[in-house]
């Protein structure tokens, strides 16, 4: 098992990364390959929800249109990105009921227990002091509030990995993609620092691409 390569803590913020990333979020949101079923599977369908690192926004905006009566907070690190978000919301006729704020998962801008759910894909991997960032995903819940959270795993089959590669568009963000691999955890790593946390109970799987932790406060 290759050692763990710490790939940021600040997200994507240049302009043109910023669009590039676009780019591939929309292409991965066109061939269905964003986790929105998944969590609305979960019983994340209604209500106020939290994104962290809504990134473009596509996962929340998605939710949104998938789900009745439901509305969205999002907190971001990049403000290029928020802006971007901002516009795709718009595109969606979905901009009364998301909103989108500047902030890290471990210093999350609400106030205790605002929120009926909380749900983020692939930042995982950039937050800098996951254990804190657990403890405020709780403190943000409502008590009965479920989490999900997914994300790229390190321990990733190579030929997954290759096909993952040669499969994502646009190509300029394959060095993205591997760099933010060598930045995953592992199941067992996820296990161990939930462990020392509120979200002690979350349960982690992993699939041939990723590791999910969900569960309920």
């Known amino acids: 098992m290759k050692q763990r390569v710490v790939e940021t803590d600040e997200g994507i913020q240049g302009e043109s990364d910023v669009k590039v990333f676009d780019r591939m979020q929309r292409f991965l949101r066109d061939k269905g390959w964003i986790e929105t079923d998944e969590i609305i599977k979960f019983g994340i369908d209604d209500g106020l929800s939290l994104e962290i690192g ?5 996962l929340g905006l998605e939710w949104l249109k998938k789900t009745r009566g439901t509305s ?4 971001e690190i990049s403000q290029n990105m928020i802006s971007l978000a901002r516009k795709n919301a718009e595109e ?4 009364l009921r998301v909103e989108y704020k500047n902030g ?3 210093d999350i801008p609400f106030e205790d227990e605002t929120f009926d759910a909380v749900f ?3 930042s995982m991997h950039e937050w800098s002091e996951p254990e804190k960032a657990f403890n405020e995903i709780h403190r943000v819940l409502k ?3 479920r989490f999900y959270i997914s994300d790229l795993k390190r321990n990733m089959n190579p030929l997954v ?4 590669k040669i499969s994502v568009k646009p190509p300029e963000i394959r060095p993205g993609l591997k760099t933010s691999i060598a930045a995953a955890y592992t199941k067992n790593e996820l296990e161990e620092m939930l462990a020392r946390t509120k979200l002690k109970s979350a349960q982690v799987s992993d699939n041939l691409m990723g590791l999910v932790i969900k569960g309920m406060k």
Request: hydrophobic letters at 35%; proline letters at 4%.
């Open 54 to 58: 809504s990134g473009p926004g596509y």
């Open 72 to 75: 969205l907070k999002a907190v």
């Open 92 to 95: 969606y006729g979905l901009s």
């Open 104 to 106: 890290r998962a471990e």
């Open 120 to 122: 983020s894909n692939g």
């Open 143 to 145: 008590t009965g509030g």
């Open 161 to 164: 990995a290759w096909f993952m």
